[in-house]
Structures are given as C-alpha cells and as structure tokens.
C-alpha cells in the first residue's frame, strides 16, 4: 500500500474540506439489512458510490445501515440533509443513480420512489 | 445469477456485520493447490448448537422470509469438490468460517469481481477490516485502522480514495493472476 500517495489524497481532501468549512453537505444512508441485500441493496450502494465518484463529489458522505423495519420497501436509500432527511423505497440501480444527479446534485426529490419526508432540527 | 466466491465473501462479511463485530478478518489465499477463503469476526458468536445448524438451509436466525441459504450453499459447493467447510464460534467471542475448495477442480466457482464485491462494503462501514490476499510467493494485505490513521478526517468512501483503493486491489489481483476471472 502506497501510503505517501494516501498522504497526497488526504492534503487534497482536507484543504477542499476546509473550504466547505468541513462538513459533508449531504450524507446518503444504504440499507443493507437481509431483506435490502436479498432485494439488490449490493448494487444500489455500488452505483451511488459510483455516480458520486463519477460526479467527484467530496461534500457527499456513503454510509449504510443494517435493518430498518420497511422491508416491504427495500432497498431502502436515505438522503439526510441540513434540516431534512428524505427517504426512498424499492429504489433499484438506475434509482440509485437518479437519487444522485437529481436530488443531491440539482435538490430535486424523486417523487415516484419517496417514502418519507422528515424534518429534522438543525 | 452464478455464486461466485466474491458473492459468497460478501455473504460472510455480511453475516459477521449483522453479529455486531467491531473487526473482520477477509483472507483470500492460493496454498497447496487449495483455494482458502476465511472470513474471522468478533461479532456475538454462536452456541453449539446454532453452529451445527447454521449449514442447514432450512434454518435462519434472521427475522422475516428469507432462509440462511448462504452457509448450506458454501458448504455444499466446498464438500461437493472434494473440499470442507469449518466454522468455529463461541459466545461472546466471534466466529470464523474457514473454506477450502481445490484451485484446479474444473467446477470451482470463479473468484467473481472481488474489488467491486468487497471495496463498497468496506469503505462505507464503520467496522474496522483486514483483508489478505496471498499465494506461495504474494501477499497483499489492507487493514482499514491503517487506512484511516493516513486518511485523518477523509472517509474511505471518498471518491478519490475509493478510486485509489480500487487500483491497489486491482494491481494485487494482478500480480497474483487472478484477474483473468474478474
């Protein structure tokens, strides 16, 4: 592993960081519960890490979570945001990436895969 | 959809995050004319009982429909060419499943793409990972405290270290000729 270029990777992220004065703008939740990955959740995580690659961006935080009680609508996706957290259902590849150039990229909720709008303090 | 040896790791890897471990082992290794594939976790761990059953198709421990198909499917694979399927566990401890099927044995499931199986899982959870892949004359190891010490803040997730991370694998794949099967 070459650590020197990780070194490289970290200068260029953190001075971007620090113009954004740090934290990530958008954080993007998969669940990757047993019914979510039974129900394509493997490939909803890999395209969203891929669009945000593809899309570079460095404001945007990928995490996942284990089971979270819907699993009538798995894969589940969540997009947290300063104020809100939006939640998507039955949410496929080609959703996945449509959650990120359309909702975290230009703000725009999908409608036709939404399950939940909450509003949370900031 | 072919069950390939990445599917089966990332069912592991998947079983020891639903146990609650807080570090997972992954090793891929070459050894003897054997394919060794062991996923170690210090998750909950399994009673005696749990572990004799958990190779039975017809038992899960998880709520809702689906049947632990995962184990009975990597041990059926293992046993049917001539390979075994061990899993330790204990309570409290962890768990490790331990396969081993022979390399050359024309019906053994291809590795499949391990960097696309393997890299999303690791760099978006905030379990710690070790990851081996050897042969008699390779090693090429990644261990995410590592990782995170370099990275400070950055997440693994982020675009430009994924990218890098993806290379590494890719390279050490390839230097172990077993990227053909990608």
């Given at each position: 592993?070459?650590?020197?270029?990780?070194?490289?990777?970290?200068?260029?992220?953190?001075?971007?960081?620090?113009?954004?004065?740090?934290?990530?703008?958008?954080?993007?939740?998969?669940?990757?519960?047993?019914?979510?990955?039974?129900?394509?959740?493997?490939?909803?995580?890999?395209?969203?890490?891929?669009?945000?690659?593809?899309?570079?961006?460095?404001?945007?935080?990928?995490?996942?979570?284990?089971?979270?009680?819907?699993?009538?609508?798995?894969?589940?996706?969540?997009?947290?945001?300063?104020?809100?957290?939006?939640v998507y259902g039955d949410v496929d590849e080609a959703t996945a990436r449509r959650i990120v150039a359309e909702h975290v990229v230009n703000g725009r909720i999908l409608e036709d895969h939404l399950v939940e709008l909450r509003e949370v303090p900031t | 959809m072919v069950e390939d040896l990445a599917f089966h790791l990332a069912d592991l890897?998947?079983?020891?995050?639903?146990?609650?471990?807080?570090?997972?082992?992954?090793?891929?290794?070459?050894?003897?004319?054997?394919?060794?594939?062991?996923?170690?976790?210090?998750?909950?761990?399994?009673?005696?009982?749990?572990?004799?059953?958990?190779?039975?198709?017809?038992?899960?421990?998880?709520?809702?429909?689906?049947?632990?198909?995962?184990?009975?499917?990597?041990?059926?694979?293992?046993?049917?060419?001539?390979?075994?399927?061990?899993?330790?566990?204990?309570?409290?401890?962890?768990?490790?499943?331990?396969?081993?099927?022979?390399?050359?044995?024309?019906?053994?499931?291809?590795?499949?793409?391990?960097?696309?199986?393997?890299?999303?899982?690791?760099?978006?959870?905030?379990?710690?990972?070790?990851?081996?892949?050897?042969?008699?004359?390779?090693?090429?190891?990644?261990?995410?405290?590592?990782?995170?010490?370099?990275?400070?803040?950055?997440?693994?997730?982020?675009?430009?270290?994924?990218?890098?991370?993806?290379?590494?694998?890719?390279?050490?794949?390839?230097?172990?000729?077993?990227?053909?099967?990608?």
């Amino acid at each position: 592993m070459k650590l020197e270029e990780l070194r490289k990777i970290r200068e260029r992220a953190e001075a971007e960081m620090r113009l954004r004065t740090g934290q990530a703008r958008v954080k993007i939740v998969v669940g990757m519960g047993t019914s979510g990955i039974a129900a394509g959740a493997r490939q909803v995580l890999r395209a969203i890490l891929e669009e945000v690659g593809q899309r570079n961006l460095r404001d945007v935080l990928v995490t996942q979570t284990g089971e979270k009680g819907l699993a009538a609508k798995e894969p589940l996706v969540e997009v947290h945001e300063p104020g809100r957290i939006t939640v998507y259902g039955d949410v496929d590849e080609a959703t996945a990436r449509r959650i990120v150039a359309e909702h975290v990229v230009n703000g725009r909720i999908l409608e036709d895969h939404l399950v939940e709008l909450r509003e949370v303090p900031t | 959809m072919v069950e390939d040896l990445a599917f089966h790791l990332a069912d592991l890897v998947e079983n020891a995050l639903r146990a609650g471990a807080r570090q997972v082992d992954v090793e891929l290794a070459k050894e003897g004319g054997e394919l060794l594939l062991r996923v170690e976790d210090d998750g909950v761990g399994m009673e005696e009982e749990v572990v004799r059953q958990a190779t039975d198709p017809f038992f899960t421990t998880k709520p809702g429909r689906r049947v632990g198909l995962g184990l009975a499917f990597l041990r059926q694979t293992a046993e049917e060419l001539g390979g075994s399927l061990l899993i330790r566990s204990a309570p409290g401890k962890g768990t490790c499943v331990q396969a081993r099927i022979p390399w050359d044995h024309p019906d053994r499931p291809p590795l499949g793409d391990l960097v696309a199986t393997l890299l999303p899982l690791l760099a978006t959870s905030s379990v710690e990972f070790r990851l081996l892949f050897r042969d008699d004359r390779y090693t090429w190891s990644l261990d995410t405290r590592e990782l995170r010490t370099a990275l400070g803040a950055v997440p693994l997730a982020d675009p430009e270290v994924l990218s890098f991370l993806e290379r590494e694998m890719r390279q050490a794949l390839e230097a172990l000729g077993w990227k053909e099967e990608g």
